[in-house]
């Protein structure tokens, strides 16, 4: 199974990404797609498991300053 950019679109994204400096080189909407998963709270991905998971907890009030 190839990559869903193909070879060279892979490639071109690559060679991009070294002469811009980037750090990571997301060559398709598919790998974009699950990096941005990645950082989104677990009942986004499983929402069954919601009533085991409580909203995450703020250690700053509502409308607190940010320091």
């Known amino acids: 199974m190839g990559c869903r950019a193909g070879d060279q679109g892979v490639a071109v994204a690559a060679l991009d990404g070294v002469e811009a400096g980037a ?6 909407d598919f790998t974009r797609q699950v990096k941005g998963f990645l950082s989104d709270d677990v009942t986004a991905l499983y929402p ?3 009533p085991w998971y409580p909203a995450p907890a703020t250690p700053y009030p509502p409308g607190a300053r940010l320091p």
Do not use: I
């Open 23 to 28: 750090y990571e080189v997301l060559a398709d």
């Open 48 to 50: 069954q498991l919601a």
